[in-house]
Each structure stands twice: as structure tokens, then as C-alpha cells.
């Protein structure tokens, strides 16, 4: 049996040892923190200890006691730090300066051949401490009561194998049986969470060790479990996805949380769901709030799907008597005040749910009256073409259905109508479409932000009035519930004919039903922009039966590049979005005069450093249209904001060059060329694929003659991320 650990806080050195005893297939069996600085005590299963500053005592009967054949099992310290206790395997044991009922009621404890296996002191010193031996006994003195009462509940079924106090002292402990179940009240957050995460994806608890001095500890579970799903295209472990999504993440954005399972609800977090830019840093958490942008369509989509079936079996019928269907009218559900060209009422519900509606605009404000306007006059806008139903994404498809639901219900308003017909079938409660109103969570929900943190983040708000195509406020937890009924298609939120139906194309609610090389990728993802700061999420089932969610609250760090890097959709030119918007000679009026990065990807551009090979150097930063032009002709080009680029203070930004013979990578986007007029780098390709030639400061259009073709990289976006994730577990190269 192997084991896996997390420490948080410790010194390194501890960290290490437990490292080298796993390096060599000794499992961890005990640790313990000694009061007074960098003191600990490492023990493994085959007896072999390591000892840092304990008291020299302690050292030597550590010795003694693993004698013969013995092994030590528990040390413990007083919070004074001059007492301990040693004990080993053969029920031996020595005691230094703890109190004095203790000692006797280990020699009762030990009577008849029972063994101690585990004391604990708490922090409040003193006559106060915990004592639990092999046959199930334990015996407290001034502990918190709470604690003994839960110690009491956890032996029935198990043992007690471990207890453990943190150094705040207090109502605050940990208690863990043989059977893995275990108990915490106040004790860290993300300690908690580990121990979660643990059980469900490794294996039962073993230990969980606070250190003395500070706010550090220590979580060890046995590594038992290695739930694996496989198909034709390979098998995967769930637990190597967490592992490549952490290796992928820590450290690169400000705060992240995922859950990645098959048959059981995980759960991991990292980092920070407020940063200390705003008010004192907050953990990010699987029970922290986050806006989760698009995915809402998802959500919509399975409230609506079941919604119209329930309004169906009560014998709602539309005009021509048929019952209510997806296929039915949306014009027959929206509010009769609404004057609608009958070529718009005719669309039917499927065709908004699958984005193939008529809308053309991705613009437009999701409120009432907005709607409104886009339906009564879309038409005559052309924003609104219900005779083209080619594939077009617009929030409005589905933010019609916050006006529409409640019409077919004839109850509830959307957010009712979504709890009950989706949240509340699976357990997910507390959900809405606007961040926690009262309590703890009003201060701990995730903010979102440009990496590093250091300024502050921007709170997307009540999306209330808006919602339907974004607005949900959810925990990773609440997304892993919805998923995790679907994945295993138990009907508790659709009948296997409802999924069946919403994942056959044109899906609905749905970005992708696979990815481009035939794997299983049925996903919604979302992305949310305020500023500079993002937000991106995504919530997938993929392979062999995988469900996966991810929320990141920040763009990422590549380190040796520049992000915040976007297509200005008026010029197709590639701007920079750190500073200001920039001026634009193509900007529409609504746009006063700058550039528009609405539907723009981010981008991530190499800078200074040697070029490597297949690249290209002297790009810079315009500081007055924030565009990248090349500065290696004699011609600086033409600027947007008059005369011609100016790069004072600009960093030497490096482009690849596309390699044709080898595919794309996943987050990789070509076709950005020169323009030997201008100067600048412009896409040849707009939000569509389709080719284009964006207008060019110059005078007419871009002129891309002489140009190679430039490969941009897309920052990893929640869904990039959870799919490189999984190929990489695959051990297969990302498409």
C-alpha cells in the first residue's frame, strides 16, 4: 500500500524527508510537529523514523522502543513542548512530563494486551488530552465536547486511529477511523477540502498533523484507490487528470477549482478566490461561489427540455392543438404585449436552444426590453433573421427563455424554475443568478481578475434581470452534482432519451458533441471579461464516461510572455488590452473611437529573450493605438491614432511562424498576417472562419502580400485546460 500526502505551511525539509521515505516505497505511518520551531518527527511503516530538533529524550527512547523488531506507531508532544510520549507497535511506551492521569490511563488502556495507538494534546496545555487504543477504547479529559461526542459516532462501524488538535486552540480538532471516515470542526479550509479530495480520488485518511507554531499541516491518505475509465481510445485515471490540471494551473492563475470523476463527486481547489487587492486574500474553495458565465446555457437548456415535457404531460397545447414541444413556436410563449413579425414567432424553442435561431447579433443587452426590441424589430436591424438559421452564438437564444419559462410554467420565475428543475434534484442548493446576499459568502465568493492579482478584481454582480445565456453564481460542487447525474444518465434531472436528444446535433445548450480527432467532448464553456480581468469555465463529459468542471478566475501566466493580447474586431488588428482600449480608424459609433475586442480570444505573445528558430523579432507595442507592428522595415506604417507608430518602451515581442507540416495545436490560431502598409498584424480570419481583410489605417484594406503566416496562442481557457488534461492522462499528444 502506498500513500499520499499534502502539506501546507511546513518546513521544507519535512516536506522533503516525506518525499524521500515514499521514494523509496516506505509509506508514511506517523508524523508529529514539536513546539518551538523547525521540530518535527517523520515515522515509516517499516519502522525507520527521522527526527528534527525533538527534545534529545524523545530521540533516544524513539530508538529503544524499536528494539527487536518494533516499530513506533504515535509521538506526541505537549503544546509546551518539553513533554512527549512515544509509543510502538508491541503496546510499549514512554512518557516525558505529560500529566499525570494520562500516563495511568495509557497503563489501563494497555491492560489485556491492547495497545495504544494514538495520544494527542490540545492546546490549552494542561490537564487536557485524548487517548485511543487497538480494540476501539479511547478516554479524554477537557477536550471539546462536541469532539468526544463525534469520536463516540465515528467508532461505531471503525476505530479511532487518529486525533489531532489545531495550535488555535479551542473548538477546533480533527478525529479519523480505521474505515477512513473522519471529523473536522474549524480547522483550516483547505485541509478540509484535501480530506475530501483524498478520500474520494486516492484513498482512505490516515493522519491529519497540525504544526505547533504556525498554521501549517499535514494530511496522509492511503492510496487504494485508482479508478480508471477506458474506451477504444486508451484509459485514463481520474486521478492523473487532477494531477495534470494542478500541473498545469498552480501558480499560473490566481485561483482555480475543478471536479473530475466517474462514479463519486470530487473536488479540488487552489489558490485565491479574492486576493488581498481586495479587502484580504479568500481561498478559493470547491464551496466557493463563482460565476460561471456560459455555462448558465446548460443549465437553461436542461430546465427548458424538462419544463416543456412536464407542461406536455399537463396537456399544454399550442394553437394548432398539438402538444407543447421543443419544436412548438417560441412566439405562443412570450408575453402577448410583444408585437412579433410572424416569420419570428414561427422559430421554433429547439432552434434557440441549439443557437440556429435567426439572431445575428452578439451585442445585444439580455434584459427585458432589450429582448424586446431584438424580437419586435430584429427584422428590420438585422439583428434578427429567422430566414437564415445558420449557427450563430448569441447569450440572446437563451436569455429569451428567462422570458419564456415562466410563460410555460405558469409558476415560477427562471431562478425558481432552475433550482427546482435542476439544482434541487441533485442536492445543489443555495444557487443564483447573483452572488451570496447574507452570511460568510458574501465576503468569500470569487472575484475575478488579471493575473497576478495585485490589482484589484471586478465582480460581475446581480445578473438577475439579464440571465438565461449567463448569470449563475455556483460552486465547483454544484456543477459536479448537475454533471454527475448526467454522466451516469440516472434520469434524475433527464430521461436517457431527454440526453440522448440534447446531445444529438445540432446539440443543445452545448458547444461540442466531440473534439476534431473523433474523442468524446460533450461541453459547454464560458468566458466572462470586465476590464482587464477574466473569468473562463467550462463543465464537460468526455471519454469513456469522464465528467469534468472548471472555473479559473484569471487570464494565465506563461512565464517568458505577455498576455492580455486581443483581435480588435473593427480591424482585425492584434492589440494590446493591458493598458487602454486603444484608438481605432475603423471604430463604429458606438465604440467612440477605440478598439473593439467584443468575442476576441486572449493571446499570449513571446517577448524579449533569443528568437528561436522558425520565429520572427522586432515586433512592438504601438504606445499610442496599442497595436503589435513590425519595426524591422524602414517604414514604421501608418497608426490608427495618426502619423505613424511610435514604440518608445516597447518590449521585443517574438511571432512563430506557422509550420504546415505539422497540426495545430489545440490553443494555437493561424492566419495572422502583415500588412506591408500598415505594418501591424491583422487575422485574415474573422469570429466565423470565413476570410477577411479588415480595414487599414493606410487607406482600403489590409494588404497582406509578402507575408508569412503567424501562429498566435491562445491563453488556455478553462476548457483548453481540462481537454489537455485529459489527453495528456491518455498519454496522447493534444489535437
Known amino acids: 500500500m502506498s500513500v499520499r500526502f499534502f502539506n501546507r505551511n511546513v518546513p ?52 529503544q522502543l524499536s528494539q527487536n523488531g518494533a516499530k513506533i506507531v504515535c509521538v506526541a508532544f505537549t503544546p509546551s513542548g518539553t513533554g512527549w510520549s512515544v509509543i510502538n507497535n508491541q503496546g510499549a511506551y514512554l512518557n516525558r512530563n505529560i500529566p499525570d492521569e494520562c500516563h495511568t490511563t495509557m497503563a489501563d488502556m494497555s491492560k489485556d494486551g491492547a495497545r495504544i495507538v494514538c495520544v494527542a494534546f490540545p492546546q490549552e496545555g494542561g490537564n487536557c488530552w485524548s487517548i485511543v487504543n487497538d480494540r476501539g477504547a479511547y478516554f479524554n479529559r477537557n477536550i471539546p465536547e462536541e469532539c468526544h461526542q463525534k469520536m463516540g459516532e465515528l467508532s461505531t462501524g471503525g476505530r479511532l486511529i487518529c486525533v489531532a ?24 479550509e483547505e485541509a478540509h477540502m484535501i480530506c475530501g479530495h483524498f478520500t474520494q480520488i486516492y484513498g482512505p485518511l490516515k493522519i491529519i498533523a497540525f504544526d505547533a507554531d504556525g498554521n501549517g499541516w499535514t494530511i496522509v491518505a492511503a492510496a487504494t484507490l485508482s479508478e480508471s475509465v477506458g474506451d477504444d481510445k486508451g484509459t485514463v485515471k481520474i486521478a492523473d487528470i487532477y494531477a495534470n490540471v494542478q500541473k498545469k494551473l498552480d501558480g499560473r492563475v490566481v485561483g482555480y477549482s475543478c471536479a473530475i470523476g466517474r462514479a463519486t463527486v470530487g473536488a479540488y481547489a487552489h489558490g485565491e478566490a479574492r486576493t488581498g487587492a481586495d479587502g484580504g486574500s479568500q481561498p478559493f474553495l470547491p464551496w466557493t461561489k463563482a460565476h460561471v458565465a456560459s455555462v448558465t446555457k446548460l443549465i437553461t437548456a436542461l430546465a427548458t427540455i424538462r419544463v416543456v415535457a412536464v407542461a406536455a404531460a399537463r396537456g399544454v397545447r399550442t394553437k394548432d392543438g398539438k402538444p407543447i414541444s421543443l419544436g412548438s413556436p417560441i412566439g405562443e410563449f412570450l408575453p402577448k404585449t410583444w408585437i412579433l413579425k410572424p416569420e419570428i414567432a414561427a422559430v421554433p424553442m429547439r ?273 499610442k493605438c496599442q497595436a503589435v507592428s513590425f519595426a524591422g522595415n524602414l517604414q514604421l506604417g501608418a497608426c490608427s491614432a495618426g502619423g505613424n507608430h511610435e514604440h518608445g518602451g516597447s518590449a521585443n515581442f517574438i ?56 501562429v498566435l496562442f491562445k491563453i488556455l481557457t478553462a476548457r483548453y485546460v481540462l481537454y489537455e488534461a485529459y489527453m495528456d492522462a491518455l498519454k496522447k499528444p493534444s489535437a
Open 165 to 188: 488538535f489545531p495550535r488555535a486552540g479551542g473548538n477546533r480538532w480533527s478525529i479519523v477511523n480505521d474505515k477512513g471516515a473522519y471529523f473536522n470542526r474549524n480547522i483550516p
Open 351 to 623: 432552434a434557440f436552444l441549439s443557437q440556429r435561431s435567426g439572431i445575428k447579433t452578439a451585442d445585444t443587452p439580455c434584459d427585458d426590453a432589450s429582448m424586446k426590441a431584438l424580437f419586435e424589430t430584429g427584422p428590420a436591424t438585422g439583428k434578427f433573421n429567422p430566414n437564415d438559421r445558420s449557427g450563430f452564438y448569441s447569450n440572446c437564444n437563451f436569455a429569451i427563455f428567462r422570458i419564456a419559462l415562466p410563460i410555460i410554467d405558469s409558476h415560477d420565475d427562471y431562478v425558481t424554475i432552475c433550482r427546482k428543475n435542476v439544482f434541487d434534484l441533485v442536492g445543489a442548493a443555495a444557487v443564483d443568478c447573483r452572488p451570496p446576499q447574507s452570511g460568510p459568502g458574501t465576503l468569500t465568493y470569487a472575484y475575478q481578475y488579471q493575473f497576478p492579482g495585485s490589482s484589484p478584481g471586478a465582480n460581475p454582480g446581480d445578473l438577475v434581470s439579464t440571465s438565461g445565456g449567463f448569470g449563475w453564481y455556483l460552486t465547483i460542487e454544484d456543477m459536479a452534482k448537475v454533471l454527475h447525474s448526467l454522466n451516469l444518465n440516472d434520469g434524475r434531472i433527464l430521461t436517457p432519451g431527454q440526453w440522448a436528444d440534447m446531445t444529438t446535433f445540432p446539440p443543445l445548450g452545448l458547444d461540442y458533441l466531440s473534439d476534431s480527432t473523433g474523442y468524446r467532448w460533450v461541453e459547454k464553456n464560458g468566458g466572462w471579461n470586465l476590464g482587464t480581468t477574466t473569468m473562463t469555465t467550462t463543465a464537460a463529459i468526455f471519454g469513456a464516461g469522464v465528467y469534468g468542471a472548471l472555473w479559473m478566475n484569471s487570464d494565465m501566466e506563461y512565464p517568458g510572455f505577455q498576455s492580455n493580447w486581443k483581435r480588435c474586431t473593427n480591424c482585425e488588428t492584434l492589440v494590446f488590452n493591458g493598458n487602454s482600449m486603444g484608438k481605432c480608424h475603423a471604430a463604429l459609433p458606438a465604440d467612440k473611437g477605440q478598439h473593439n475586442f467584443g468575442g476576441s480570444s486572449v493571446y499570449s505573445i513571446r517577448k524579449d529573450g533569443i528568437v528561436p528558430p522558425g520565429h520572427q523579432g522586432n515586433w512592438r507595442l504601438c504606445n
Open 12 to 63: 521544507d525539509e519535512f516536506h522533503q524527508k516525506m518525499i524521500e521515505f515514499t521514494n523509496k516505497g516506505d509509506d508514511i505511518a506517523w508524523v508529529a510537529f514539536c513546539p518551538g520551531g523547525a521540530r518535527w518527527s517523520i515515522v515509516g511503516k517499516s519502522g525507520a523514523y527521522f527526527n528534527r530538533n525533538i527534545p534529545e529524550e524523545c530521540h533516544q527512547w524513539m530508538g
Open 655 to 710: 511571432l512563430p511562424f506557422r509550420d504546415e507540416t505539422s497540426p495545430l495545436a489545440e490553443d494555437a490560431e493561424a492566419e495572422w498576417r502583415w500588412c506591408n502598409k500598415c505594418q501591424v498584424l491583422a487575422s485574415t480570419r474573422d469570429a466565423q472562419k470565413a476570410p477577411v481583410l479588415g480595414p487599414c489605417a493606410a487607406g482600403g484594406n489590409h494588404d497582406h502580400g509578402g507575408s508569412g503566416n503567424y
